[in-house]
């Protein structure tokens, strides 16, 4: 998902066929084990980057004074904000480093993917405006309160510091004053042609998502941002194009501690992960440190539950969620036979759409197997989406001789998509309403056609207001509620680079969370004195809630773990005379009540009288990769329910919380909890919590996987590996084993344990367990454990003869004392040579 700014996922094609015939599964970047190894006599040099986490008291020093004989080489010492190192080392090298008594944790270096490339745009338009009108930050604008004298730090891919509406200069006396390059153009840390590093002074942006990002915090000219007068960094951790490391993300969040910022943004993140991930410790050592720090929860919400990502994730992180503006600016077309202009997105990888098309006939669904419901021939094909892919529509309409293709929606609202290789004829996606129009105008034989100036229109979202259907759902793999908050993120018009067009619109967690940073920069200007957690109490505190999008009539509010407290409300923070804290609990598994403890204080100069209330959000149920939801009220009791609270005085609340029956095991339930004083502004908190066992979901069941597979090659773009089905009686030499376990994690796990069994002589061996493990990202998405990986890291250890590999995780917050916390796998036998 690129970048956090959300377009369609492509989703890995599956050949999960028999025999010899390839398979293909998604190696997942877990720590040491998957996917390191050359394959098939591959040259490839084993070296990676690993961060290695040391015990507490322990530093590079003592690593390196322990580590004798060990070939690596230290990369940077994090030990501002995280107690450890990056490393490049072969894969057996970090195995024995795990092993040193003053080693907590070896990790993986993991890929973040890059933002995608902006287009080019026109004028500016007023989605950004609608955005700050939303969360109240125009109205703080009238007060004179915008940011003024507040350094905010966006990680991200630079900033066009030339962009007029962000300073148009760099350094000293510029609004873009501080920051640096970490990187290169050219670098992308999944390609090894330019995966090292080639980092300089200047964080221009060749890639666009870092400009609009910063033009969302603090633009200042034709569009206005959220805190216009703020100063910035820009920490360039991505190339023009590609995805950046951890190791580069840390990095740039030491400079950002630093150079003295206030408030940093980082709009991108890992999908899956849990708070004790690298990056999201870095970023809590931050908060710890005095800074506000604020990152996008992430677009996996097709994903469903646990689906958030790191730093968002982080416990002192602000993680943001997004909800839609009302309108998002297109590129038009103008329709006669309408007499209006209707929005439209070009499919990847054909042609733009010329002056004006051919006459439109209605095709119909036009998949392979569907009949066609006109003849397309020398004209514009009119087609339904759903059912198939937008290539093999496509494919249908080309082979039927149609000039162009236009498919409109089969649910509300516009969107995009791709697949479609070396298109010939240009193809557009519409929007449900307008595509019907169309078909309307088609049956009764108008035969519309569609004339393209150039120009653009705005075009309803159909969950304006509502939570964005990318925006990930929490809670974090530990329980942790998450997100915190919630800010607009879909259809934001921002800047971008000027030789980009100037301004652009684009959705994603990405757009929301800078809201957030600007907010938390508005506030620091209104009362310097503030604590990073005074700031998120107050934005969480004062936000403002949600209705649950997908039927909004039932008056339902949005779940809990998927919006926060709600969305911001800038006034309702900067006037706050009170909080409660904290704003977001876990109220753990199981179906017997559980109690927890907030803590209101006054900031007021009278006494206010509180009472406290409850108003359920919406359950997530079922399979928590596509969620069902339910409508359930808990039984929820305060002691005290009403309260005079004096000013400068704290109050504790205890909360009851007894999940309602109706709930199906295995839903994440949650509420509102609103102290309502008899004037002012009331302050809300919000928990969640899980109905059920947490330990009995399951981790290694699905249809296909675990299994064993040969190893077939990589592709040299995707870096996925190609596997194929063991044929009878295959054997693997120890000298290159080219064989993998292809493992599936239902879940995320707390730990994993590999080991090796000889059948003959029952010798075990066994690799050092790895720590909080993600999930695995799709239903069908296996990680392959690779054999020569293990040998790798155990030398000698296995033998010529017939051996069995086992495979055990320790299920998310499992006692490892306990084996009923435990999965495991064995696989078949497999015979090594020499």
């Known amino acids: 998902m690129p970048g956090f700014s959300a377009h369609p996922r492509p989703r890995t094609e599956r050949r999960l066929h028999r025999g010899t015939r390839p398979i293909i599964a998604a190696a997942i970047a877990l720590p040491l084990l998957v996917g390191s190894a050359p394959v098939s006599g591959a040259d490839a040099d084993p070296a990676q980057v690993w961060l290695v986490e040391l015990a507490p008291g322990a530093n590079a020093a003592a690593l390196e004074a322990t580590s004798l004989g060990l070939d690596y080489t230290v990369r940077h010492d994090f030990s501002r904000v995280w107690n450890g190192v990056s490393v490049e080392a072969d894969p057996a090298t970090a195995r024995r480093l795990e092993r040193l008594e003053l080693v907590e944790e070896v990790w993986s270096d993991r890929f973040v993917m890059g933002p995608a490339r902006v287009s080019e745009s026109s004028d500016p338009q007023p989605e950004l405006a ?198 998002q600016r297109m590129d038009a077309a103008f329709v006669p036979a309408l007499d209006r202009s209707i929005g439209y997105r070009s499919i990847s990888d054909t042609p733009e759409p010329s002056a004006v098309t051919d006459p439109l006939v209605w095709f119909g669904r036009a998949c392979a197997d569907d009949a066609s419901e006109g003849d397309v021939a020398g004209k514009a094909a009119l087609i339904i989406r759903g059912s198939c892919t937008f290539k093999e529509k496509y494919a249908r309409a080309i082979a039927e001789d149609a000039t162009s293709v236009v498919i409109f929606n089969d649910r509300s609202g ?30 009764i034989g108008k035969a519309p056609v569609l004339e393209f100036s150039g120009e653009t229109v705005l075009v309803d979202m159909p969950r304006g207001g509502f939570a964005s259907s990318f925006t990930a759902y929490g809670p974090s793999p530990d329980l942790a509620l998450k997100p915190d908050l919630t800010a607009p993120g879909g259809g934001i018009w921002s800047t971008v680079p000027v030789a980009d067009g100037s301004y652009e619109s684009l959705s994603g967690t990405s757009m929301s969370s800078p809201h957030v940073a600007g907010a938390a920069a508005l506030l620091i200007e209104d009362d310097p004195m503030l604590q990073p957690r005074d700031i998120r109490t107050r934005l969480a505190n004062s936000a403002k809630p949600v209705l649950w999008g997908d039927n909004p009539d039932l008056g339902e509010l949005e779940a809990a773990h998927r919006q926060g407290t709600g969305v911001i409300d800038v006034i309702d923070a900067l006037d706050a005379k009170a909080c409660l804290y904290p704003t977001g609990v876990n109220t753990g598994d199981g179906s017997a009540p559980r109690a927890f403890e907030l803590q209101l204080t006054s900031r007021d100069t009278a006494v206010r009288t509180y009472e406290l209330t409850h108003k359920s959000t919406i359950a997530t149920t079922g399979d928590e990769r596509d969620p069902g939801f339910h409508a359930a009220e808990p039984k929820v009791t305060f002691e005290p329910k009403t309260l005079d609270l004096h000013p400068g005085q704290t109050a504790t609340i205890e909360v009851t919380v007894e999940p309602s029956a109706d709930l199906p095991l295995g839903s994440v339930y949650g509420g509102r909890i609103t102290a309502r004083p008899d004037a002012g502004e009331s302050l809300t908190a919000v928990y969640s919590g899980y109905q059920g066992d947490y330990l009995a979901i399951p981790v290694l069941e699905h249809p296909e996987f675990p299994r064993l597979a040969a190893i077939v090659g990589q592709d040299p773009e995707t870096h996925q590996y190609d596997y194929r089905d063991l044929e009878e009686s295959e054997t693997f030499s120890l000298e290159d084993p080219a064989l993998a376990a292809l493992v599936y ?48 890291a155990r030398p000698g250890a296995l033998e010529p003869g017939d051996w069995t590999l086992h495979v055990k995780v320790l299920k998310a917050l499992g006692d490892e004392s306990n084996p009923a916390h435990w999965e495991h796998w064995q696989s078949p036998a497999f015979t090594l040579t020499e």
């Open 414 to 443: 516009p969107f995009g998509g791709g697949g479609i290789e070396d298109g010939t004829v240009p193809a557009i996606a519409l929007t449900d309403t307008d595509g019907e129009d169309l078909r309307d105008l088609a049956s």
């Open 745 to 792: 994690l239902g879940h995320q796990v707390s730990a994993l344990e590999v080991s090796a069994e000889n059948a003959d002589t029952a010798e075990t061996v066994t690799w050092e367990r790895q720590q909080y493990l993600q999930r695995s990202p799709g239903p069908d998405d296996a990680m392959g454990i690779h054999l020569a990986d293990l040998i790798a």
């Open 130 to 327: 609608q955005a700050i009108q939303t969360t109240r930050a125009a109205d703080a604008h009238a007060r004179g309160i915008t940011g003024e004298g507040v350094k905010v730090g966006v990680i991200d891919t630079g900033i066009d510091y030339t962009h007029p509406d962000l300073g148009g200069c760099f350094g000293s006396g510029c609004r873009v004053a501080y920051g640096t390059d970490f990187v290169g153009d050219d670098f992308d840390s999944d390609d090894p042609e330019h995966d090292e590093p080639v980092p300089d002074a200047d964080p221009a942006d060749c890639g666009g998502h870092g400009t609009h990002v910063a033009g969302i915090v603090g633009a200042d000219g034709k569009v206005t941002g959220v805190a216009p007068d703020v100063e910035f960094g820009a920490y360039k951790v991505f190339g023009c194009n590609g995805s950046t490391s951890s190791e580069v993300i840390m990095q740039a969040l030491e400079a950002a501690l630093e150079d003295g910022m206030d408030v940093v943004n980082l709009s991108l993140g890992q999908s899956f992960q849990w708070p004790g991930y690298p990056t999201a410790q870095a970023a809590d050592t931050l908060v710890e440190e005095g800074v506000t720090v604020v990152a996008s929860m992430g677009n996996d919400g097709e994903a469903g539950v646990f689906s958030g990502s790191a730093p968002g994730v982080g416990s002192e992180v602000i993680g943001v969620a997004s909800t839609d503006n009302p309108q």
